[in-house]
């Protein structure tokens, strides 16, 4: 079995440079005769000192794939969340080439190979998958997604790192979990953006909150960017946009150094000014753009990301451009 999962928050787990080899390790760590096939692929790139193509890696996977095998095991490759790989402008985008490779390994028909990938229903993904198998499963209608969705809240609704919850009346508590298990429609992050409103509700304004809930996970960012305090906006905005264009991970220290540029310069050139940069980093981002951002580790270092990849979607759609 070999495993690989698409992350949005990790440029190096978004592309077919980064699937196949990973692939081809975990192969090749099983099996000799899959061992061997990779051990030809690096001498034939002067013992590894030449970086293969794309079309060299894929080759090398199906060669690995199509190896006669006397035991007759199957082999299980499992393609995790394919919705994170980017669907750029680019041609191919990235996300297509992962998808011509996926087409190209089905249409061996392989008898021992497996493959199974992880989605959301994305409407290019379904485009290319769904001709290919007949078999498909939406977590949305399994019991087993609803009951770890219901597990999830009543673990954070009765949990006493929660002070405010933990005053609420028990028929409250109760109906929360009720009312968050049956409008969640299999989406974590909804329920997660939800309980993240909940946890400030004093008792008297539980129903209530309950009853204004945003409808989609769209309508729910919309209340976090309204919720933003009005000094704050073009702060936001900038911490926003940068973070939607950058090549890769930004620092807490590199992305803070917007919030001392002055964009309003006369001249027209944002300028810096030293004496507008905050002493705590990290609160300065958070207070600004709200629960869209988090700040995580990340190879020694503090960097910020989106808090989901829905986030970055939504401030990029059409659906947040045509938005009053």
Avoid at 237 to 248: F, G, S, T, Y
């Amino acid at each position: 079995m070999a495993y690989f999962d698409f992350d949005f928050r990790d440029a190096n787990k978004q592309h077919l440079h980064n699937l196949v080899p990973s692939l081809l390790t975990q192969l090749s760590a099983s099996s000799g005769p899959c061992c061997n096939v990779l051990s030809d692929l690096y001498l034939d790139h002067n013992e590894g000192k030449n970086q293969p193509s794309e079309g060299n890696l894929a080759k090398c996977l199906k060669e690995m794939l199509t190896l006669p095998t006397t035991d007759q095991h199957p082999t299980y490759l499992i393609i995790d969340t394919l919705d994170e790989s980017p669907n750029t402008s680019r041609i191919p985008s990235p996300r297509k080439r992962v998808l011509r490779l996926v087409k190209e390994l089905v249409e061996l028909q392989l008898p021992n190979l497996c493959i199974c990938v992880t989605s959301r229903p994305e409407i290019d993904i379904q485009a290319v998958l769904e001709p290919l198998t007949s078999r498909q499963v939406s977590l949305h209608d399994q019991s087993g997604q609803k009951k770890d969705i219901e597990d999830y809240v009543k673990s954070v609704v009765y949990s006493n790192s929660e002070p405010i919850m933990r005053r609420w009346r028990t028929e409250d508590m109760e109906l929360v979990i009720e009312v968050l298990s049956e409008r969640a429609d299999g989406m974590f992050r909804w329920i997660f953006c939800q309980l993240e409103t909940l946890q400030h509700c004093l008792p008297p304004s539980v129903r209530h909150t309950l009853d204004e809930l945003p409808e989609s996970l769209d309508e729910t960012y919309k209340c976090i960017l309204r919720e933003i305090k009005k000094p704050n906006w073009d702060h936001a905005c900038h911490l926003l946009q940068c973070l939607v264009v950058a090549i890769r991970p930004l620092r807490v220290s590199e992305l803070a150094e917007v919030l001392a540029l002055d964009f309003d310069d006369k001249e027209g050139i944002p300028k810096l000014k030293l004496n507008w940069r905050w002493e705590d980093q990290e609160q300065a981002l958070l207070a600004s753009c709200s629960s869209l951002i988090a700040i995580v580790e990340s190879d020694e270092s503090r960097v910020v990301q989106f808090s989901h990849f829905s986030v970055k979607e939504f401030l990029t759609s059409d659906r947040l451009g045509t938005s009053s």
